[in-house]
């Protein structure tokens, strides 16, 4: 682990990630290394959990983007993270997530995040600009997955449903976000996940999903042309848990 400038590197050479049948980095673990990542580089800059909460702050992931650009990582692959925070723009606060290849330096996948900052009892939205969280950021003025928020899709149809179990909470009380990958991935055809590989995934947050919540799980059909697929996860009440969309 080493901070350089405004950016954060993680060595994952020794790190154990979990992949599919075909050898290939599962999106959940991708995502959880994103929050490995993002945690471990705030808690080198001072703002561990405890700090924060001292200061009744608490990040909440509101939507994420991630772009398989050189292939997914395979497990025996030895991998190099790259982190940095950009310039907060409206009630966001940015950070890109890069996975490079150490064999050699090839960029595998990129990954951009958005979090707002909010009081974990009252749930009350603090803005960048009143937070007291000072920080170097990456100048990079790419802010496209700020307007990010996509409709409900026409023409769903269900997939299935899940449950939400105790080991699936994080320390929020909430649906950690690793998990929606693995409650989409099982519920689309295992043949189809294996005849394609992943290029694309976004999902915005509409609704907190807790313990005991059923999520029911619907999708379009795949378009043959671009491999996309709109999900939507629904609580019983009809309430929007999360829209996605994902390339394959």
Known sequence: MA??????????????YECDRRNRMKLSAILRQMQEIGNEHLDAMGYTRDVLLGKNY???LSKLEVFVTGGLPKCSDKLLQRTA???PKGPFFYRDIDFISKADGK??????????LANPETHQIIRPNKAEL??????????SIGGYRPARPENLEVLGERTIRYTDIDYNQHLNNAVYADIIMDLLPASLLDERQLREFRIFFHNEAFLGDTLTVSATQMDPETGEIQLCGEKPDGAVCFLCMLRL
């Open 3 to 16: 901070i350089t400038g405004n950016c954060f590197y993680r060595d994952l050479s020794l790190a154990s």
């Open 58 to 60: 608490a990040f909440l």
């Open 85 to 87: 925070p950009k310039k």
């Open 107 to 116: 960029e595998l996948v990129s990954a951009h995040t958005a979090w707002v």
């Open 134 to 143: 000072p920080m170097d950021y990456d100048e990079n003025t790419d802010y």
